[in-house]
Structure formats: structure tokens, C-alpha cells
């Protein structure tokens, strides 16, 4: 499977990255890797997983509380919308949180115009 591969490589180039770092370096870069459009569980005709409704945000690197974050239940008939993961937590609110607490940006409202940042407490400074 093509998703199961690319998945594995790059957690393979994301690890390698990190500990290119070095542990001082590690400890104040933050990595956020997201989809840009939503998943399904299934695959499509090409393979694939995309073009659904909610997708995944990996976060790694200094600053970041592991664990899972926000609103998640575990994936079955009942939760998956016409096939669909659902889409539960705001992407802004991660980037929003990352960009107060670990770059210290101040107001977001001009980054993420109409948005109310909400902590899903993901980072700490």
C-alpha cells in the first residue's frame, strides 16, 4: 500500500531530521506536519485516502505536550460521516496555539481573521 510506505518514510525523514538537531536545537524547533484536506477511512479508486472531511496533525519537536489533543473518538460506523474522519478540531486552533505560546505572537486576530483561538494544549512556551 502507497499510504502505509509514505507514512513510513516520512516518519523515517521526520526522525532523521530530529535528531540531525541535536538535542540543544531540538529544544526550540517545533515541527507541525498536517494534511491539507481531510481524509477517509477507505481508499479511493487511486489508492488513496484523500478528500474526505477531518484530517491529521502530527506535532513534534521542542515545546509540544504529547498525547492526543481536542475533541476524538475512536473510528467506527457511528463516527465516520458517509465514510468521512470526522473533522472535530479546528486546524487554526493548533497553529494558533503554537504560534502564542512558542513564538510569543501576541494577538492572532490579524493571522486568523473572524478565528477566536482556542487552546487545545498542544504546546507550552
Known amino acids: 500500500m502507497d499510504f502505509d510506505r509514505q507514512l513510513g518514510e516520512t516518519a523515517k525523514s ?27 477511512v477507505a481508499m479511493n479508486a487511486s489508492g488513496g485516502t484523500d478528500h474526505g472531511h477531518g484530517g491529521v496533525t502530527w506535532l513534534l519537536g521542542g515545546g509540544i505536550v504529547g ?11 457511528a463516527t465516520l460521516p458517509d465514510g468521512d474522519v470526522p ?31 482556542r487552546a487545545l494544549g498542544v504546546a507550552r512556551s
Do not use: C, Q, Y
Open 14 to 40: 521526520l526522525a532523521a531530521f530530529m535528531t540531525d538537531l541535536g538535542a540543544a536545537r531540538r529544544k526550540r524547533v517545533s515541527v507541525v506536519v498536517m494534511t491539507e484536506f481531510g481524509r477517509r
Open 87 to 117: 473533522g472535530w478540531n479546528n486546524p487554526f486552533d493548533i497553529l494558533g496555539e503554537l504560534a502564542a505560546t512558542r513564538l510569543r505572537a501576541g494577538g492572532l486576530s490579524h493571522v486568523f481573521p473572524g478565528h477566536r483561538v
Open 67 to 77: 498525547g492526543v489533543h481536542g475533541r476524538w473518538a475512536k473510528l467506527s460506523t
